[in-house]
């Protein structure tokens, strides 16, 4: 009977103690559950990856290309790759022809839209002029210019896309001039005549 007693009271402690522990200890399927919350909120936060030169190599410069390619080639006349899905002709590949130039006016559009982003440096290392009241200017003619495209490639008319090309030249040289026309590369995003 004593070994009873002494066997039930330490099942009751252990019990009374395992729980405060327990209780104690957050919820395993919490923590997880926590991290990727956090992990989605970081994540869904613009990142800066590329510095001006990259974002203008790598998206401006091409869809500008194809909205330029359109003046002179009528898109509708350009015939699909062999493998449309790799093709490195904008024009030839799956979403070619005019869907093409359409497509590059909106990255064109969307890209401007990367130019504002804070934090985002010249390949300088100087900071993009964000504050410089003209930079707004220019990206808000380049988002102008883009729509001005995307509308005359809906349209499917060559006259039309040759205007739009040349509203769209006339905004990239409007920010070159000033901004990347230089004849030292450490200068480019400083304004003509202004002092880092």
């Excluded at 009528?74 to 979403?95: G, Q």
């Excluded at 900071?127 to 210019?145: E, F, H, I, M, S």
């Excluded at 026309?181 to 200068?187: M, Y």
Aim: contains cysteine; charged residues 20%; glycine residues 6%.
């Amino acid at each position: 009977m004593r070994v009873s007693k002494v066997l039930f009271t330490w099942f009751v402690w252990t019990g009374i103690c395992g729980s405060a522990v327990f209780s104690q200890a957050p919820a395993p399927a919490k923590a997880p559950a926590r991290r990727a919350a956090n992990a989605s909120a970081q994540s869904s936060q613009p990142r800066i990856m590329a510095n001006l030169l990259q974002l203008m190599r790598g998206t401006l410069f091409p869809a500008s290309n194809v909205v330029f390619a359109a003046q002179g080639t009528d898109p509708a006349k350009v015939p699909a790759a062999k493998d449309p899905s790799v093709a490195t002709d904008p024009l030839a590949n799956t979403y070619g022809q005019w869907q093409a130039v359409e497509n590059a006016a909106l990255a064109i559009g969307e890209g401007a839209n990367l130019l504002i982003l804070p934090g985002r440096k010249c390949s300088s290392g100087i900071d993009v002029p964000l504050n410089n009241p003209d930079w707004t200017k220019y990206v808000q003619g380049l988002r102008d210019a883009a729509m001005t495209a995307y509308k005359a490639a809906q349209s499917k008319d060559m006259d039309k896309i040759t205007d739009a090309s040349g509203t769209l030249s006339e905004a990239c040289a409007n920010c070159h001039d000033k901004y990347r026309e230089k004849k030292d590369l450490a200068d480019r995003c400083k304004a003509t005549g202004a002092k880092p």
